[in-house]
Nanobody, 121 residues
Framework: QVQLVESGGGLVQVGGSTRLSCAAS????????MGWFRHAPGKEREFVAT????????TYADSVKGRFTISRDNTKNTVYLQMNSLKPEDTAVYYC??????????????WGQGTQVTVSS
């Protein structure tokens, strides 16, 4: 059974940086595009970034473009989200998902449990 486990969230100051990791167990991420989404209280789940297999192409939400970078280490079966210049509006639970190069969450087949990122001023 595929399990995706996110890590790296926490409390970060405005303007700071953090890196999220998404590690897979029970299955390889080889041949699968991956995505990151986020869900803030009172808002709908929002697309953040997506990356192809093996990682040549990336797409970002306008709200994070130029600040966030999605990448993958296929030898470690892990996908990353480097988050820089963080803003209070980046506060959310962040989820990684497997299976599509897409902004549509319905195109993904497996999801992690999420990791909280809180940006504090």
């Amino acid at each position: 059974q595929v399990q995706l486990v996110e890590s790296g969230g926490g409390l970060v100051q405005v303007g700071g940086s953090t890196r999220l990791s998404c590690a897979a167990s029970g299955s390889t991420l080889s041949n699968y595009p991956m995505g990151w989404f986020r869900h803030a209280p009172g808002k709908e789940r929002e697309f953040v970034a997506t990356i192809t297999w093996p990682g040549a192409r990336t797409t970002y939400a306008d709200s994070v473009k130029g600040r966030f970078t999605i990448s993958r280490d296929n030898t470690k079966n892990t996908v990353y989200l480097q988050m820089n210049s963080l803003k209070p509006e980046d506060t959310a639970v962040y989820y990684c998902a497997r299976g599509a190069y897409s902004r549509n969450p319905g195109d993904y087949d497996y999801w992690g449990q999420g990791t909280q990122v809180t940006v504090s001023s």
